[in-house]
């Protein structure tokens, strides 16, 4: 049969077909409405800009065409079959042979029974298409069908066949052999990694969204994603690599908290540093570490600033983890990770402070951001702020005293109180503080004495109490100083009494526990009482 060249079709200025158009326009329906009846012997020419896969694509509908219908569809072709099968319109059916749509959609419907390497194939050409701007319509079904077979795997054991082309493909066994000569290939949940981490950021994007969707172990989901991070890496540019971490970091975000290491997240932050990432992005990575601070270590906080800056650490990025912490908390944070995060931050305080560079109101909100209750002594604090005020000895002496007042001077220990008494580089009004705190204490100490046993409540019943006890026992005296303390003095004065306070405040606690102790013992006997001595007790004088 002769065959006439009466259609000249230009596919997105890459080639120019010369085609017969009754054969061409018998399976299109696009072409057929374009050129009506025509039968006109002048040649008809045809522009398509935008023709799905191009003049390649459009060679393989041609063959169809001119093969009256027949054409091996098979996982490498399928997608560009289908899209040019419906830019097309090829719904028409000859010499009773099915329609290239109606064939293309047939095979998609048969993607369950794929083999796993078939699969794969299929998504490669899904993603090529789809960088060129075109979609293949196939693409969400063929990660559906990925993600399905993943399902299946990871409750079940994995007895996958090898990844490449030539295996039969992905199969479940009850076949005691195949599935030990399979069992080292495919025995770790990630088997499958290095077969999907050639997608594209856009395609990983889809995948875990529907892996979320079937509720697919997130454990697995985050693994995957920082194995894909790094295998990226090696080749990227720098901005392929900004849009990888994009998408993993989002890709993490939409994770639960717990399925992600806080090593791993720190160890994308270092990463991002040098990255121009997305504001969006760098805050839900941060809100991430945020929520996991009690987990970090010093070492993973002491980041150094940002360049053009004067400090040596960012104080700032750590900042925005407290804030993220508390944030995520809320109430239902506990006291245990309260404590962490308050000894944790009691660590990098101690070792900012000597940064002569670290401004008062930093260092200030770095002390302020937790609340008092997260911290059971402040002695560490002091101490950090004693080396950041003799660092910083050109403070006026108001801002010394705005540090100052951040002290909780209640959970001051009595040897920090004593130090604090003869430290020079501290304001008289903190030494005041410091000591009134501690007079606070002993009047609570001296309370919780005399009411830990009701039916003792005078001195001379105490005595004999004590004498009974333990016989042969040495007197013991204690004189308490607690009259009115005269703070007009000078700071030497003042100092000399607190000092003299506190030594006697940690012997009364000594022989406050020995008295406890004794009467511990007392409640136990149950001997009849012998009269004795009474030796001698504290001599409180208000």
């Not at 009846?37 to 459009?58: C, L, Y």
């Not at 079937?214 to 540019?237: D, G, M, P």
């Not at 980041?303 to 700032?316: A, E, H, K, M, R």
Request: hydrophobic share 35%; glycine share 4%.
């Amino acid at each position: 049969m002769a065959v006439c060249c009466d259609l000249e079709a230009d596919i997105n200025g890459e080639e120019t077909f010369l085609l017969d158009k009754k054969i061409i326009c018998s399976f299109s329906g696009r072409l057929s409405k374009l050129f009506g009846k025509s039968t006109g012997a002048n040649r008809n020419k045809v522009i398509f800009n935008d023709f799905p896969g191009g003049a390649e694509n459009f060679e393989l509908i041609s063959r169809f065409c001119y093969n009256n219908g027949e054409i091996d569809i098979n996982p490498s072709n399928i997608s560009l079959l289908y899209s040019a099968a419906e830019f097309m319109e090829m719904s028409k059916s000859v010499s009773g042979n099915c329609n290239l749509l109606e064939k293309t959609k047939k095979c998609i419907e048969e993607l369950g029974y794929w083999t796993w390497p078939d699969l794969l194939v299929a998504l490669k050409h899904c993603q090529e298409m789809q960088q060129v701007g075109t979609s293949s319509g196939i693409l969400e079904k063929c990660l559906d069908s990925i993600v399905g077979r993943l399902a299946i795997t990871s409750e079940a054991s994995p007895c996958a066949s090898t990844s490449s082309p030539d295996s039969s493909g992905l199969r479940l066994s009850c076949d005691t052999r195949s599935t030990e000569s399979l069992k080292n290939s495919f025995s770790r949940a990630n088997w499958w990694f290095e077969d999907l981490s050639v997608l594209s950021p856009n395609l990983v994007e889809m995948l875990v969204k529907s892996m979320v969707s079937r509720k697919y172990n997130q454990v697995i989901i985050s693994r995957f994603l920082l194995y894909y991070q790094k295998s990226k890496f090696f080749t990227a540019s720098s901005d392929e690599k900004r849009q990888v971490l994009e998408i993993v970091i989002d890709g993490l975000y939409t994770l639960d908290p717990s399925c992600i290491s806080c090593k791993s997240l720190f160890g994308i932050l270092r990463v991002v540093m040098n990255l121009n990432i997305s504001k969006s992005s760098r805050n839900k990575l941060e809100c991430m570490i945020g929520s996991q601070m009690d987990q970090a270590t010093l070492d993973n906080l002491l980041i150094p600033s940002p360049y053009g800056t004067s400090y040596l650490y960012d104080v700032n990025l750590v900042l925005r983890f407290l804030k993220a912490f508390l944030c995520e908390g809320g109430w239902r944070l506990s006291p245990t990770r309260m404590r962490k995060v308050a000894s944790l931050m009691d660590l990098y305080i101690a070792e900012v402070a000597p940064d002569p560079f670290l401004r008062l109101s930093k260092f200030l909100a770095l002390v302020v951001a937790l609340p008092d209750s997260a911290r059971d002594c402040w002695d560490e604090l002091y101490h950090a702020i004693d080396v950041y005020l003799e660092v910083h000895a050109g403070l006026s002496e108001e801002e010394k005293v705005k540090v100052c007042c951040a002290l909780n001077y209640e959970k001051l220990s009595s040897d920090a109180c004593v130090h604090l008494s003869q430290n020079a580089k501290f304001p008289s009004k903190s030494s005041v503080q410091a000591l009134v705190s501690q007079q606070l204490k002993l009047k609570n100490l001296l309370q919780g004495t005399k009411n830990s046993k009701p039916d003792m409540d005078s001195p001379c019943k105490l005595n004999e109490t004590r004498g009974k006890a333990k016989k042969g026992e040495g007197s013991e005296q204690i004189v308490l100083y607690s009259g009115r303390l005269d703070i007009s003095g000078d700071n030497e004065n003042l100092r000399a009494h607190l000092q003299g306070m506190q030594w006697r405040v940690i012997e009364l606690e000594k022989l406050c526990k020995k008295m406890q102790a004794q009467m511990a013992k007392l409640m136990k006997s149950k001997t009849q009482p012998t009269h004795s001595t009474a030796r001698s007790l504290p001599r409180l004088c208000s």
